[in-house]
């Protein structure tokens, strides 16, 4: 049991290039989540999806895309990277439903982007 | 809006000496959760607690424990005889829909041997 994993790690990008990072959960969850960390900031919300096939818009969501073709993957995609999009990225994924149980975060990726 | 307030950017102590990190969180619901996560350097998140809005007990755990009270909407974290391995930063964050979580800012806190 893997718990939350994300791909890769660390990343070095340059302006304008684009990339994929890659969140998966083998604890059958419904609901994943992308986060980005700054400093000062917390952590902010990107994009969310309560379950296979469907997504929604965080408080961050400009400059990134999502897709949850399959129940245990979440997929952050960067078509245009730019300098601000530079953080660390946290993947994330809970059971569902109305309650409040623990979220499960993965190790985070960073982000350099040049 | 949901908000959570971490007003303590930093905190330094020493070895053994007591510490309180503030939480101070705005919501309209009724019935709402309370969370909070340490991230040691290595960067990981992780769980310490949740809380919702129906208990206000005191919780204590070790050395940690968490004062809720939801008159002044805050729920505070405190470590007793502080080890150099509670250095970290610490979030407190607040539920939303479909179990988002609203983060504060975080307190780093540094404890000197």
């Known amino acids: 049991n893997a718990g939350v994993t994300q791909t890769p790690k660390f990343r070095v990008l340059k302006t304008g290039q684009s990339m994929t990072l890659l969140c998966a959960q083998d604890?059958?969850?419904?609901?994943m989540y992308w986060y980005r960390q700054d400093p000062g900031m917390g952590l902010r919300l990107i994009h969310y999806?309560?379950?296979?096939?469907?997504?929604a818009k965080g408080e961050v969501p400009d400059g990134y895309n999502v897709s949850r073709l399959k129940k245990q993957n979440f997929l952050l995609g960067l078509e245009s990277a730019a300098p601000s999009q530079t953080s660390v990225y946290f993947c994330?994924?809970?059971?569902?439903?109305?309650?409040?149980?623990?979220?499960?975060f993965g190790p985070g990726t960073r982000l350099t982007v040049l | 809006a949901q908000k959570v307030t971490q007003a303590q950017t930093e905190i330094s102590v020493v070895e053994k000496e007591d510490v309180t990190l503030d939480c101070v969180y705005e919501?309209?619901?009724?019935?709402?959760?309370l969370f909070w996560y340490k991230q040691p350097p290595s960067g990981e998140l992780v769980f310490l607690i949740r809380?919702?809005?129906?208990?206000?007990q005191n919780e204590i755990s070790g050395r940690y424990s968490w004062n809720f009270q939801k008159s002044t909407s805050s729920f505070n974290f405190t470590i007793t005889a502080s080890q150099v391995v509670d250095s970290a930063v610490y979030f407190c964050?607040?539920?939303?829909?479909?179990?988002?979580?609203?983060f504060g800012t975080g307190t780093r806190l540094l404890v000197s041997p």
């Open positions: 919501t309209r619901d009724t019935t709402y959760y």
């Open positions: 809380r919702n809005s129906f208990d206000e």
């Open positions: 604890m059958n969850h419904e609901y």
């Open positions: 994330a994924s809970v059971r569902g439903g109305r309650g409040a149980d623990t979220q499960y």
């Open positions: 999806s309560v379950g296979e096939g469907t997504t």
């Open positions: 964050a607040l539920r939303g829909g479909f179990q988002k979580l609203v």
